[in-house]
């Protein structure tokens, strides 16, 4: 595949597009020597490999997908690719006159002295200094010059407008036939870009479509939130870039980035409109949890299937450390062991929902048309090809929540594909939580059986009593649970299919009684609940002719890769005593909401006769403490295997 460089560049900066004859920003001429150096370097202005230990200076590394260097040959017998040059990349260029000869014009396209160019600029934009000749001649002139280059001369001309002196990429700096040179150059590759000044992303679909109107003012016009959402599209779902496992390595390590598209650049500390790439491009990898870093890892690819594990390991330097550079062993041993690993080291892995971003992600592109589709569902997910185990979430998203969400739970081992968990869970394994006669039907939502609203007040929410069983005979817990839909809510059909779902899906964990619905509504610091209909409330709290006082209800809301069957022989286990909790410093910044909401995996199996556990999501619970009080159950951690 070819690329086009256009320069000069559209600049996005603090939400402003501009453009200059050359970038505004750009490398400084000096920057400081690092600790380490690679073992070889591009010296830009001639474009030859020079030995690092021979350089006095900083360097600027290089971020791309190879599909965009040329064409690429790939051989599935030795798992080998090689790449052909045509030198048919494409440089556009405005055209730029410059004044020689005493006035005599010529088209150039060199203009290496700032002051002259712009004083060439000056007097060639000045109709007083044209003739009509002139004039008329610019008009029949073209606004661009293109040439074909190879890739090499697109990475010289980058160079050569950001200032950047030395540069590392791997083409050059890597002898690809050796494979010794080869597999030490990618253990130190995590090194190569967390020491670079500067890393440069070359993201050729990234470009801007500037209407007229905005050139006319200046070159200078606020970003329209729709060139904004169409910018950040081109790069999240649509770029080679954003897709390849090597590139995800070097964001994470670079210290800064700088993105360079066909027509615009734009510093990481300036991509803030674009919230889907906003955070992997302003924080390192020791404030990127292990969940961040598969969240985009997993919609990923590589040309190699054992880069796969080889570039993800180099974002964790003591996991790398433990496995071996050998591209003919065995892929699956590999993968297993590397996302053993993982799971030793971080728990959290079990953090995951359905597809959500994916789907965007994952878009397939049609191929008769230059557009992505948009109106069906089917997107893919690289990860889905390699036979993994359900708790490394082949199957759903890991959940990318921007904060500090941890677990202290450390009572589990990996072995192979096993995951061996000691915990406390709710299920509906010991006895059904359901009665005999229940049928879906016993929790689908009708207009008729929401209780009669107590008056106007639009802050009433609609909740319901559930009972919890523990190991204990005879012993129930009554528990105040929200469904989180207010008076209004109720008046749409679709909620109420959303209602009919949730209490259905609670029915696997508690005794759920659709007579038990009620309307409650916060007074003070408290809640209040009202039972409107017919039959008791059981509840530990005070009550009284109005209603019944209770702390807030818990919430409860599921996050899963499939639907939870109403089927009995199914087995659904929330486990409890795997809280993932959000650990913030500064736990008073929280809101009340924040500091009592927890997370809990969730695996099922298929029926009592099966051996094993499959991991399918999270649920997210507000006031866990509350839910789980009384529950005696949760005091006798069982053993869950999970495959």
């Given at each position: ?45 001639d474009m030859q490999v020079v030995p690092g230990n021979q350089v006095n200076e900083g360097y600027c590394a290089l971020s791309y997908s190879w599909n965009q260097s040329g064409e690429i040959n790939f051989d599935k017998t030795t798992g080998k690719s ?562």
């Open positions: 595949m070819y690329i086009t460089y256009e320069s000069p560049q559209w600049t996005i900066e603090n939400r402003i597009i501009k453009k200059y004859s050359q970038p505004h920003k750009r490398i400084p001429t000096e920057i400081p020597k690092p600790n380490f150096l690679p073992s070889k370097l591009v010296r830009t202005y090689t790449r052909i040059d045509q030198g048919k990349h494409i440089i556009k260029r405005d055209y730029t006159p410059n004044i020689n000869n005493h006035g005599n014009n010529q088209y150039s396209n060199n203009n290496n002295n700032p002051i002259e160019e712009w004083w060439h600029t000056f007097i060639i934009n000045n109709d007083y200094f044209k003739s009509t000749k002139q004039k008329e001649k610019e008009k029949e002139q073209p606004k661009h010059v293109s040439y074909y280059v190879p890739f090499q001369d697109i990475i010289k001309h980058i160079c050569h407008d950001f200032n950047i002196k030395y540069i590392w990429f791997d083409q050059m700096c890597i002898n690809q036939n050796d494979q010794q040179e080869k597999h030490q150059e990618i253990q130190h590759m995590h090194r190569i870009y967390n020491n670079a000044y500067c890393t440069v992303a070359l993201v050729p679909e990234f470009n801007l479509k500037v209407q007229d109107d905005t050139k006319k003012h200046n070159n200078n016009s606020h970003v329209d939130i729709l060139m904004y959402d169409d910018a950040e599209r081109k790069i999240h779902e649509e770029s080679q870039w954003f897709k390849r496992l090597w590139t995800l390595e070097e964001t994470v390590k670079s210290q800064e980035l700088l993105f360079i598209g066909q027509n615009v650049h734009v510093w990481a500390q300036d991509t803030h409109p674009f919230k889907r790439v906003h955070t992997i491009f302003n924080k390192s990898s020791e404030e990127l949890s292990l969940r961040h870093i598969l969240f985009y890892a997993h919609m990923r690819t590589s040309t190699n299937d054992h880069d796969r594990v080889y570039a993800l390991a180099n974002l964790f330097p003591d996991i790398m450390q433990k496995l071996d550079i050998d591209y003919d062993q065995s892929l699956n041993d590999l993968i297993i062991r590397f996302y053993g690993l993982l799971a030793e080291k971080d728990i959290t892995i079990l953090f995951f929902g359905g597809h959500n971003e994916y789907k965007h992600i994952g878009r397939v592109k049609d191929t008769t048309t230059t557009r992505t589709n948009t109106t069906d569902n089917k997107y893919k997910v690289p990860i889905q090809q390699f036979n993994l185990p359900s708790w490394t979430s082949v199957h759903g998203e890991h959940i990318f929540i921007d904060d500090h969400i941890t677990s202290t739970f450390t009572d589990y081992s990996i072995s192979g594909r096993s995951m061996l968990v000691k915990c406390t869970g709710i299920s509906n394994e010991q006895q059904s939580y359901r009665m005999e006669n229940d049928t879906i039907s016993s929790f689908t939502i009708q207009q008729e059986d929401i209780p009669p609203i107590p008056d106007n007040h639009h802050f009433w929410r609609l909740g319901i009593t559930a009972q919890l069983f523990s190991n204990q005979p005879n012993h129930v817990a009554t528990k105040a649970i929200s469904l989180n839909t207010s008076y209004l809510d109720t008046k749409k059909i679709k909620n109420l299919n959303r209602i009919s779902k949730t209490l259905c899906n609670l029915s696997n964990f508690m005794k759920i009684n659709k007579k038990s619905l009620y309307w409650y509504t916060q007074e003070g610091t408290g809640v209040e609940q009202k039972q409107m209909i017919s039959g008791t409330t059981s509840c530990s709290s005070s009550i009284t002719e109005e209603g019944v006082h209770i702390n807030e209800p818990a919430s409860i809301s599921f996050l899963l890769t499939e639907d939870i069957k109403f089927n009995t022989s199914a087995q659904y286990v929330i486990l409890s005593g795997i809280p993932f909790k959000n650990h913030t410093e500064s736990n008073r910044a929280l809101s009340f909401k924040e500091r009592n909401k927890n997370y809990y995996p969730v695996i099922t199996k298929d029926s009592v006769d099966t051996n094993h556990y499959r991991a399918i999501g999270t649920c997210e619970i507000i006031h866990p403490d509350y839910l789980f009080s009384d529950c005696n159950n949760l005091s006798n951690p069982r053993t869950y295997l999970i495959q």
